[in-house]
């Protein structure tokens, strides 16, 4: 089973930049499609980005679309998303997780497993 260890997140300033990696134990990582999800504090989680095993195919919600890149590195079992043009909705716990159903498209929660404890990003304007 695939473990996921989630980094870099922090305070950014409105228009900022910040890349988060997802540290993946196991030697399954490369097999699976991957998502990166949020949540905010009274609301569901989020979906934010997908790809698949071999990073040729993403998906981004609309809200995050043209701002923010998902990619991976399976040699390094690590899969990173990075955050460009920061808006403070942006402000969100941000946690990885393994898409056990394999269709990148899918946005839903209960299609991924193996969570991360997620690391916090905020957003001021």
């Known amino acids: 089973q695939v473990q996921l260890v989630e980094s870099g997140g922090g305070l950014a300033q409105a228009g900022g930049s910040l890349r988060l990696s997802c540290a993946a134990s196991g030697r399954t990582f490369s097999s699976y499609a991957m998502g990166w999800f949020r949540r905010v504090p009274g609301k569901e989680r989020e979906f934010v980005a997908g790809i698949s095993w071999n990073g040729g195919n993403t998906k981004y919600a609309d809200t995050v679309k043209g701002r923010f890149i998902i990619s991976r590195d399976n040699a390094k079992n690590t899969l990173y998303l990075q955050m460009n043009s920061l808006k403070p909705e942006d402000t969100a716990v941000y946690s990885c997780?393994?898409?056990?159903?394999?269709?990148?498209?899918?946005?839903?929660?209960?299609?991924?497993?193996?969570w991360g404890q997620g690391t916090q990003v905020t957003v001021s304007s």
């Open positions: 997780a393994v898409n056990v159903r394999g269709i990148v498209t899918t946005t839903r929660t209960s299609d991924f497993r193996s």
